[in-house]
């Protein structure tokens, strides 16, 4: 299963955009790029996922460049309840891999006003 | 839609008892996971479920944990004797077998042992 690198800690003011990026150097051919979201005293919460390119949802979007190496999570003009920790996970193929997600140690996202 | 649901919320135990959690996924959701997370770390697995039977459980510390999902639906964590560096949070997950849908966590029990 790949592993991914990402900043430990980012802060940001209100209103901003903030781009949180991952490396993923030995991504496999059916590994998924997934973004999951946690709040203190809660589970994490699926965010979005890619294979390629761009993905966009109502909550973010991820860009994948063209060699899958690495992976952006961009979250348009954030509030202060985008104040958590962001994990970039890589893997998830169920065919292949059982579904199996490793949870790496995420980025702690801070939002100020 | 209900999620998953975990109980207790928070158990306080002495080292050596025993203590056991409970997880009920969601309708429908045949694979079921138990993950620990310590604090400040991510969440890492203990052992995954396809409907009643075990397909990953490699990091499950099996001297004193052990885990049952009986019938494929609800399951239950058991650690028999609790150590100190045990405490931290156990969450369940639940997903439908499919990447597009992700996981669905609980929000987990915090052990602490003293």
């Known amino acids: 299963l790949a592993k991914t690198t990402q900043p430990i800690s980012m802060d940001s003011y209100e209103g901003q955009e903030v781009n949180i990026t991952c490396s993923h150097n030995?991504?496999?051919?059916?590994?998924?790029i997934t973004w999951y979201q946690q709040f203190p005293s809660q589970g994490p919460r699926f965010i979005i996922q890619?294979?390629?390119t761009k993905v966009t949802n109502e909550v973010a979007s991820l860009f994948i460049p063209a060699d899958r190496k690495s992976s952006t999570l961009s979250l348009p003009r954030v509030s202060l309840s985008d104040t958590a920790v962001y994990y970039c996970?890589?893997?998830?193929?169920?065919?292949?891999?059982?579904?199996?997600?490793?949870f790496g140690q995420g980025t702690e996202l801070s939002v100020k006003p | 839609e209900a999620g998953v649901v975990q109980s207790p919320r928070y158990k306080i135990i002495e080292k050596k008892q025993p203590v056991a959690f409970w997880c009920n996924p969601i309708?429908?959701?045949?694979?079921l996971y138990w993950y620990r997370q310590n604090l400040g770390q991510g969440p890492e697995l203990l052992i995954r479920?396809?409907?009643?039977?075990?397909?990953?459980d490699s990091q499950l510390p099996k001297d004193r944990f052990s885990a049952e999902r009986l019938k494929g639906v609800d399951s239950t964590l058991k650690i028999q004797p609790a150590e100190l560096g045990d405490s931290a949070v156990y969450l369940c997950?639940?997903?439908?077998?499919?990447?597009?849908?992700?996981?669905?966590f609980g929000s987990g029990t915090r052990l602490t042992v003293v």
């Open positions: 479920y396809e409907n009643e039977e075990a397909v990953d």
């Open positions: 997950a639940s997903s439908l077998n499919s990447r597009e849908n992700g996981y669905t």
């Open positions: 309708s429908g959701h045949n694979t």
């Open positions: 890619g294979y390629k």
């Open positions: 030995n991504i496999a051919t059916n590994d998924y």
């Open positions: 996970l890589v893997g998830g193929d169920f065919y292949n891999q059982g579904g199996k997600l490793i």
